[in-house]
């Protein structure tokens, strides 16, 4: 396919010199003139539609739906195995390294003990230690920062999932066709002029690292867009446009949709086990 740059030359422009904040910077577009709503949702048979993306779709809503797609997305860091007693409650986390190290060996706790410890530099965590419960006890609580980005829970698994905080450069190819999770595949370029505000140690920056390229240096991304439209008086919450441009994955067996399929092109983890990778947020 042809290479296909973004039709908005000033814009690219400051892009480029790494000088935007935020390729939709300029009043969102609402949707191209071409699209119509399909005629299940006229007809109010259909809850929820995914319809094809036309290829006369405007430029201008492609980047802002791939730069919403993309600002929307979670980079989520999963905590190591724990050995956490008391009440349960999602703030506070009393942990026993002490029975760790006994049960289940000393490079296990010696390991979530690290990983615990770089939570706490990045601001997420706080940790106090209480001896008067056993000699590897430590109590971890959330930050008012940890407390925004945690998900999950004790009987799944808990993790900080934290905004990537990367600007759409450039577009690089356009492929329509019937695929997974929507008509229209995009290859793109994506950067950040500084590192993440979360990744104020090098203990942060080197979990923003293992997944994208340094500060200032492009990186390859791709994501497949469907036009998703809901019945005009049943939109989700937050939905401002009926009709956007959004990477949809349906399970026709289950007829839900499952998420998206947003590759930031993650760089390899060496195989870190809490590193859970780049999510995408529906």
Do not use: K
Request: glycine share 8%; net charge negative.
């Amino acid at each position: 396919m042809a290479r296909f740059v973004i039709g908005l030359a000033a814009l690219v422009g400051a892009c480029l010199l790494y000088a935007c904040a935020s390729v939709p910077a300029l009043t969102r577009p609402a949707r191209s003139d071409t699209a119509e709503p399909p005629r299940d949702i006229r007809l109010g048979v259909a809850e929820m539609v995914i319809q094809n993306v036309e290829r006369d779709v405007a430029p201008e809503e492609v980047v802002t739906a791939l730069q919403r797609i993309v600002s929307e997305a979670r980079l989520c860091l999963s905590w190591p195995s724990l050995w956490i007693e008391g009440d349960e409650r999602r703030t506070v986390y009393l942990v026993r390294f002490d029975l760790m190290e006994r049960d289940w060996g000393e490079e296990v706790a010696a390991d979530s003990r690290v990983r615990m410890q770089e939570f706490v530099e990045m601001g997420l965590l706080s940790v106090r230690a209480r001896p008067d419960i056993g000699p590897g006890a430590m109590v971890f609580a959330l930050t008012r920062e940890g407390a925004r980005v945690i998900s999950g829970s004790l009987r799944s698994r808990l993790a900080f999932c934290l905004p990537p905080e990367r600007q759409v450069v450039e577009i690089t190819n356009l492929e329509w066709g019937v695929f997974e999770c929507g008509s229209l595949r995009v290859d793109f370029t994506h950067i950040a002029s500084a590192w993440p505000s979360w990744a104020r140690t090098e203990a942060g920056r080197r979990r923003a690292a293992q997944v994208w390229a340094e500060v200032g240096v492009r990186t390859p991304g791709r994501v497949t867009l469907g036009r998703q439209w809901f019945q005009p008086n049943r939109l989700p919450a937050g939905l401002e446009i009926n009709g956007e441009l959004r990477s949809v994955c349906y399970d026709e067996e289950r007829q839900r949709v499952v998420g998206g399929d947003l590759d930031l092109a993650p760089a390899t983890s060496d195989g870190e086990e809490d590193l859970v990778g780049v999510v995408q947020v529906n």
